[in-house]
């Protein structure tokens, strides 16, 4: 770490602004059009802040600019002290998404993209028409925190991380129940699925992480119970069609079986256990979370399944 004192005279506060952008953005032309300057300025400060902490601060990286460990130290302590001003002074940052052109990055699990970015996309244009929109695919639920924490998402959607550190905030949005799915014309179809038949058929498994022990298993598993895993797939949408196609059956959630295409080739029956719904939550990065074109971006998922 640098030692010495620091020479404060004549600073200009924008200059933590500036570092403050930065460090959220990883980008000068990203972090420049986030507080309202040119890619010239935002450079010309980050060369100010670069001689103010005799530190580089930010290098470039293969996924855009990355913080020193310097950068690294003193981001929570600016982030504190700019939001003390902001109070004391009483300073409303404002957000107009009809004239914004900023880029959202937002990291969703495939039954989440596929149920909410056709209403995203429609709430873009309809209000922000100069916003542009990537969409990160993500499998892992835990992969969200290290999308969130390098800033390669402002939001990510999917099933909740197994525990979630504080500096990421979670809003539940939406819950999907599960159903059982057979072919049409299968044996065991046509008649309330019971236990004894369930156990007795080979099951199809949708997990995204690989494993081949499902939220099925678990559940069976508390009453000693165990059913026989024919197939294991990574994806959920092509699961219904396997269904269709064999004498397979599967446990998927409502909502996929419904969007896949094929729910008029299968029978839909009610599981014969009890399973809790498929919870899907919107998490973020405390460093984003007052920030007002992130609350905006928030409300209007919020919007979509309100």
Known sequence: ?????????????????????LMAERSVTKAAKRIGRTQPAMSASLARLRTLFGDELFVRGRDGLQPTPRAADVAKPIGR??????QTLGVVEEFEP????????????EHAAYKLTPGLLRCLRQSAPA?????????????AITLLDSGEADIAVGVPTRSAPGRIFVQPLFEEPFVCVLRKGHPAAGRPLDLETFLSLE????????????????VLARDGLSRSLSVTISQMY????????????ATLMLGVVEASGWRDRLEVLAPPIELAPCPYVM???????????QRWLRGCLEGLVA
């Open 1 to 21: 770490m640098r030692s010495g004192r620091m020479d404060l005279h004549g600073m200009d506060l924008n200059l933590l602004v500036a570092f403050e952008a």
């Open 81 to 86: 002290a700019l939001r003390d001003i902001r």
């Open 98 to 109: 009809a004239a914004s052109t900023l880029s959202f990055n937002i990291a969703m699990q």
């Open 131 to 143: 916003i542009k929109l990537n969409v990160v695919a993500y499998r892992a639920r835990d992969e």
């Open 203 to 218: 099951h199809l498994l949708v997990s995204p992480e690989g494993d081949r022990f499902g939220h099925t298993d678990t």
């Open 238 to 249: 092509p699961a219904p069609a396997l269904v269709a196609a064999s004498d397979l059956i």
């Open 283 to 293: 998490s973020w990065h405390r460093r984003n979370d007052a920030h007002p074109a």
